[in-house]
């Protein structure tokens, strides 16, 4: 395991789903959340309280299609749902 450093600001939030929201870093100062987006392991979705970096994922969102990374390289389809929000099918 490797030590990490949970960053919730000002906030002590939870989503509706009941999981803790915050912005992990390791020792070296990686921002995880920022890498697993930009590797295309995970959605740039904004998530109030706090959206100070929506613009930092979305980017890094772009960069991951743009170069067909991890969910963006054909591995599975994704779809829109109603409330705009994407979500990852298996591709058959």
Do not use: H
Not at 57 to 69: G, I, P, S, V
Not at 73 to 89: A, P, V
Request: proline content about 4%.
């Amino acid at each position: 395991g490797r030590a990490f450093y949970l960053n919730q600001g000002f906030f002590n939030a939870k989503d509706i789903y009941d999981r803790w929201l915050g912005f992990v870093y390791l020792e070296d100062g990686t921002f995880v959340n920022l890498e697993l987006v930009k590797q295309g392991y995970a959605f740039a979705y904004p998530y109030p309280p706090d959206v100070s970096k929506s613009d930092e994922f979305r980017q890094a969102e772009t960069y991951a299609r743009d170069n067909k990374l991890g969910l963006w390289g054909g591995i599975c389809s994704i779809t829109k749902l109603k409330g705009g929000r994407e979500q990852t099918n298996p591709v058959n």
